[in-house]
């Protein structure tokens, strides 16, 4: 299959979960879908290929734009698609909806944030002594943003929880010699 195919498949599937999760387990459906929808976002495919246009590499960078747009269509179809089908067995799923979670679920948010960051330092390949390191300046990223998480300071909490991940990762890459970034 192709990766045109295969990124539509990924956002119809996590879009689809979403809705599902909404409908039966009254989660968040944009919560649940976002995680999986950020790794299919074309952000570097865009960055590279404007990289290459500066440089006046014009055919690669063109071709890098092609497809970060066709990733991005392939995304925006998946969405139409299953916001349709929701709406025809009138599922209100409220994707964009920001619901503040109630206190009693904090331990739950917190256990998600650990399997997550650790899931994806093992799937970057990240040494075994780092990785609690890694969910440590993972898991202070969502602590900063969960303290801010009032609507009119969505903005803030996001560059100060991105801010946290940044300093916190590169005092502790320096503190073990190890790049801060891959």
């Not at 979403?18 to 999986?36: D, Q, R």
């Not at 960051?117 to 040494?127: A, E, I, M, N």
Request: hydrophobic share 55%; net charge negative; aromatic share 14%.
């Amino acid at each position: 299959a192709s990766a045109l195919f295969m990124d539509f498949l990924v956002c119809l599937s996590a879009l689809t979960a979403g809705i599902l999760s909404f409908e039966f387990l009254n989660v968040n459906a944009g919560a649940v879908a976002i995680g999986t929808l950020a790794i299919v976002v074309p952000g570097l495919s865009l960055t590279t290929a404007i990289g290459e246009l500066v440089d006046q590499h014009y055919l690669t960078g063109t071709i890098k734009l092609i497809k970060a747009g066709f990733t991005l269509f392939a995304m925006g179809a998946a969405h139409l698609i299953v916001r349709d089908v929701a709406a025809l067995i009138e599922i209100d799923a409220h994707l964009y909806e920001v619901i503040r979670p109630s206190q009693n679920s904090l331990y739950y948010q917190f256990l998600g944030i650990f399997v997550l960051v650790w899931t994806f330092s093992v799937q970057f390949k990240v040494p075994i002594q780092l990785i609690p390191w890694v969910i440590l300046v993972g898991c202070s990223g969502w602590l900063t943003f969960y303290f801010f998480q009032d609507p009119s300071l969505f903005i803030f909490a996001s560059f100060l929880s991105s801010f946290s991940v940044g300093l916190l990762s590169h005092l502790f890459s320096r503190y073990h010699r190890v790049p801060s970034q891959m």
